[in-house]
Nanobody, 129 residues
Framework: QVTLVESGGGSVQAGGSLRLSCQASGVGLITSCMGWFRQAPGKEREGVAA????????TYADSVKGRFTLSQDYVKNILFLQLNSLKPEDTAMYYCAAVPYGYNTCANEPLIVSAYEHWGQGTQVTVSS
């Protein structure tokens, strides 16, 4: 059974930073396409970043390039998303998602919501101006 648990959200002022964590169980970080998504009130869920740690590429949405960074702890099976230079428009619920053995997903549709099979419950990020 795949379980994804996000943490690390909070309220910060514009320009601040947060580090989100995704504790994964039942799925290997190295063999999965792992993604972060977000959904603001009244808006559709959108892809933020995705990575295939088994040797594929990392993809970031244009809106977060240069500000957000993925990293991982292989021992603890945790995927991190570092959020820097936060803006009010980054305010959203952030979700971790996974596709086991998802090399093709990360290669072809890394930020597509419908491509992901497993989702966490989300962690809220609120950025005030």
């Amino acid at each position: 059974q795949v379980t994804l648990v996000e943490s690390g959200g909070g309220s910060v002022q514009a320009g601040g930073s947060l580090r989100l964590s995704c504790q994964a169980s039942g799925v290997g970080l190295i063999t999965s396409c792992m993604g972060w998504f977000r959904q603001a009130p009244g808006k559709e869920r959108e892809g933020v970043a995705a990575v295939y740690l088994g040797g594929g590429s990392t993809t970031y949405a244009d809106s977060v390039k240069g500000r957000f960074t993925l990293s991982q702890d292989y021992v603890k099976n945790i995927l991190f998303l570092q959020l820097n230079s936060l803006k009010p428009e980054d305010t959203a619920m952030y979700y971790c998602a996974a596709v086991p053995y998802g090399y093709n997903t990360c290669a072809n549709e890394p930020l597509i919501v419908s491509a992901y099979e497993h989702w966490g419950q989300g962690t809220q990020v609120t950025v005030s101006s």
